[in-house]
């Protein structure tokens, strides 16, 4: 039985993903570090504290504090958010037809709670919205199933009775190593071999419908 949807937040509720390329890549350079696409895809899904510690371990900088680095990044991504933000396409629609179907509704990101506040108000969802887990709770970030296991508690559910939303690969492996249930959702760039996991794929959330649900339900 599922009763609750578990629900990613960068690219697939809200059109992030590029943006935090974009942010890292410049704040980053700043510091003198100077990232690709493809390398700054290395770090899909992970926190932004992961993201950065990672960066400062290999490409190490001078005079700059990590904490700060990690900061300027969310500050930016906020500021983004809340003057330009823009739902995922069917984003708004998957959450009406989860609450349709009676399910409970939680988000589980790698973002900071501030930011994660900050889309919530931006698509007008708080309403809709049972639970909201950040992995910067947690010990590990994804793809530790700890985000997960958490948001399934928040709602009062088993892991075994959610579905989760994701589109990165840590994320896939997050829910799936939590119990859950999961939809992969292609969004911004190739999902790699590592989506092979998911229980369904879609190309966007238009196609997580009521009859998704069901069908996920009975399998």
Known sequence: MIRACVFDMDGVLIDTEPVWRRVERDVLARVGVELTDDQLRETWGKRIEEVVDHWYRT?????????????EIIREMVQHVRERGIPMPGALEAIAAAREAGLSVAIASSSSRELIDAVVDRLGIAELVDGVCTADDEVLGKPDP???QSAARLVGVEPGDCVAVEDSPAGVRSAMAAG???????SHGPLSDDISGADVVLDTLLEFTPELIDRLRAA
């Open 180 to 186: 859950m249930r999961c939809v992969a959702v292609r």
């Open 59 to 71: 490409r190490s900088w001078d005079g700059v504090r990590p904490r700060a680095v990690q900061r």
């Open 146 to 148: 700890g985000v997960y």
